[in-house]
């Protein structure tokens, strides 16, 4: 029997979807428009063009780009050519850029019009690109007159391409930072992609009727799995910006009329605090969603004021379950107000003891799941993958509670990682470059509350004896090396670190006193 018959691939669903609602619109971004068929059309030229060009079954491809129509074809695309999407955090610098660039071995990069420069730049320190391509943004623009653009790799026929795809190849390798400096690849299967984008439509309540506005960046899974993959399989509307600000967002929610919008808490903050909130016919949004940190309850109340007619949902999860693996429904966000939720209808999840144990109600262990949402393992890396499987669970390396009803309360990472602004940051790699410092004898990186970014880098530092250091210091030195979002937003400067007799720091300790003192200083 021919295999494509009972195959399911993110490909198949896309012309599954658009063989029953072809003239209903699929993709607004800017001044483009497609419908189901035309989009379902432009994935099929693209295909042929790049493999026209080379691009072959199992080609890790990498992007490097804001949110637009062309990012969203180009994802469906690769599908349909069965090769691997490395979507890259345009926030990156470009030695970090290249380093994913070379471990992911890809030969072929897409970047948009205000990357070209960073692209370019990472791309030729030792990598093993050879094809650059032109992606073009939101807002109407021309390639430069060196590089192939995207309108040329549509010339091709709309035919649908035929490799021999099965629904366990990989779809996607997503770099997700740890503990470690340098970030891991995880890879997701067609499969896997699809059984969570089941979880989501199901726990989200995510319809066809549906006018989804997806502002938040495309590299990240969170937006492209849990949300745009979603309405493409249920045939919803999408609406796609790549400028994720209170006055792009609001008007583009007014206009066309969205009903669903997800946003960490820090962008829902923004929004209300923008002036033309009030003025703004939000009157159609009804389902609102937000994830990578928890609501604060007082933004909780401030949304069901001011926005009554929207439910809110909490998903929580990470890149390696594709991402969602719990949810907090609209029901229970002020009663379990801070939790991340229950399992979803394709994850089973536990918190269990160093044993492998599962917790009493209140006690705290780690996260495990089992779903066949998850990743296959980390590309390249069998330690860190044998390691996050041990025990016939995977290890979240995220710390909680749960209760007595079965939620689950995240209380600290394992991993130590900050969640800034919906962006994950690595303390040990932002430490790693304070140590550069001269005059910095030990630091010790945390994430500590904050109104707009929910969690704050914050840099705890020790000086050398006979050395002065300060804040603007410590600041403009990581902005020159690193990322913005990974830079320090506040720096301490303390005469220790707090430790257990055996030396290891004790960066809980420190986080529960300067949590007290930041609460102090906003009273």
Same mark, same amino acid.
């Given at each position: ?8 691939? !993110?490909?198949?669903?896309? %012309? ?36 026209? %060009? ?20 180009? %994802? ?39 990357? !070209? ?10 990598? %093993? ?25 549509? $010339? ?46 199901? +726990? ?48 583009? !929610? ?84 801070? $939790?991340?939720?229950?399992?979803? !209808? ?37 330690? /860190? ?19 007595? +009803? ?6 600290? /990472? ?110």
């Amino acid at each position: 029997m021919d295999a494509s018959i009972t195959r399911q691939t !993110l490909g198949d669903l896309l %012309r599954r979807t658009a063989g029953r609602v072809p003239d209903k619109p699929a993709i607004v971004c800017g001044e483009v428009s497609w419908t189901f068929r035309e989009f379902d059309t432009v994935v099929n030229r693209l295909a042929n063009g790049l493999a026209a %060009r080379g691009v072959a079954l199992g080609d890790r491809v990498a992007i490097l780009s804001r949110n637009s129509h062309a990012f969203a074809a180009l %994802r469906f695309a690769l599908a349909r050519l069965g090769a691997v999407l490395v979507p890259i955090n345009f926030m990156l610098n470009a030695d970090e850029v290249a380093y994913i660039l070379r471990h992911a071995g890809a030969q072929t990069l897409f970047v948009g019009p205000d990357m !070209l420069t960073l692209g370019r730049e990472a791309a030729s320190r030792d990598t %093993r690109v050879t094809r650059t391509y032109w992606l073009p943004g939101e807002d109407p623009a021309a390639p430069p007159a060196d590089m192939t653009g995207f309108e040329q790799l549509l $010339s091709a026929d709309a035919s649908e391409p035929a490799p021999a795809l099965d629904s366990r190849m990989p779809a996607q390798i997503i770099y997700t930072s740890g503990t470690e400096s340098l970030p891991k690849g995880a890879i997701l299967t067609h499969e896997a992609v699809c059984w969570e984008y089941v979880s989501c439509v199901i +726990e989200g309540e995510i319809s066809a009727t549906d006018t989804l506005l997806h502002a938040l960046p495309l590299y990240h899974c969170a937006q492209l799995d849990v949300f745009l993959g979603p309405a493409i399989y249920v045939g919803a509307s999408s609406v796609i910006t790549g400028k994720p600000t209170p006055d792009s967002i609001l008007p583009l !929610l007014a206009r066309h009329r969205i009903n669903s919008f997800f946003a960490p808490p820090s962008i829902w903050i923004a929004l209300m605090r923008a002036p033309a909130f009030d003025t703004t016919d939000l009157s159609a949004l009804r389902k609102g969603y937000y994830g990578a940190s928890i609501m604060p309850v007082e933004v909780l109340k401030e949304i069901a004021r001011r926005l009554p007619q929207v439910r809110l949902w909490n998903f929580y999860g990470q890149t390696e379950i594709a991402p969602l693996a719990t949810v907090l429904k609209p029901e229970d966000q002020i009663r379990k107000a801070g $939790s991340a939720g229950r399992p979803v !209808l394709n994850v089973e999840t536990r918190v269990v003891d160093s044993d492998m144990q599962p917790v009493r109600p209140g006690e705290i262990g780690e996260i495990v799941h089992r779903s066949p949402q998850l990743l296959t393992g980390y590309f390249n890396d069998p330690e /860190r993958t044998a390691a996050a499987f041990e025990g016939g669970w995977f290890h979240s390396g995220d710390l909680a509670t749960i209760d007595d +009803e079965g939620y689950i309360t995240v209380v600290d /990472r394992k991993k130590d990682m900050i969640k800034t602004g919906g962006e994950n940051v690595a303390s040990r790699e932002v430490e790693e470059m304070v140590y550069r410092i001269d005059g910095v004898s030990e630091v010790a990186v945390v994430g500590l509350p904050d109104p707009y970014w929910i969690e704050a880098v914050t840099a705890v530092i020790v000086a050398k004896a006979g050395h002065e250091l300060t804040e603007p210091q410590v600041i403009a030195f990581c902005k020159e090396r690193m990322a913005h979002f990974k830079v320090p937003k506040r720096v301490i400067l303390v005469d220790s670190l707090p430790k257990n007799p055996s030396g290891k720091l004790l960066k809980r300790e420190l986080r529960t006193r300067f949590e007290q003192e930041v609460k102090r200083g906003a009273s």
